[in-house]
């Protein structure tokens, strides 16, 4: 069997793509990702790429104003910034500790 070439995976999409291709190997089976051959792997991409093809696209342009105003307006309802009441607070310590 054929070793398969490492490729460089640049972008998120590529990840996604890995990734559906590493459960999908380890899926067929019972047969780990390290048996199937160079031309298994190649169709598994080609046929996760004519589905990603059809994923609608938007423009960053669009998409980042979106995502900043979405973040502008829950700013106020984000414990991370604006903390959580100490009488809310599910983590706050109920008693301390005494060392004498």
């Known amino acids: 069997m054929g070793r398969v070439q490492k490729r460089s995976w640049g972008c998120p999409g590529d990840l996604q ?14 047969r ?16 996760q ?6 994923n609608p696209r938007a423009l960053i342009s ?4 979106e995502i900043k105003d979405y973040v502008e307006a829950e ?5 991370l910034l604006k903390g959580i009441p100490e ?10 500790c005494m060392i004498s």
Request: no cysteine; aromatic share 8%; charged share 35%.
């Open 62 to 65: 669009k998409t980042g104003k």
């Open 75 to 79: 700013a106020g309802n984000d414990p």
């Open 17 to 30: 793509s890995w990734l559906w291709m590493l459960s999908r190997a380890w899926s067929l089976q019972g």
């Open 87 to 96: 009488d809310k607070n599910p983590f706050k310590e109920k008693g301390g």
């Open 32 to 47: 780990m990702a390290q048996e199937l051959s160079e031309k298994e792997l190649l169709k598994m991409e080609v046929e």
């Open 49 to 54: 790429l004519k589905k990603e093809v059809k």
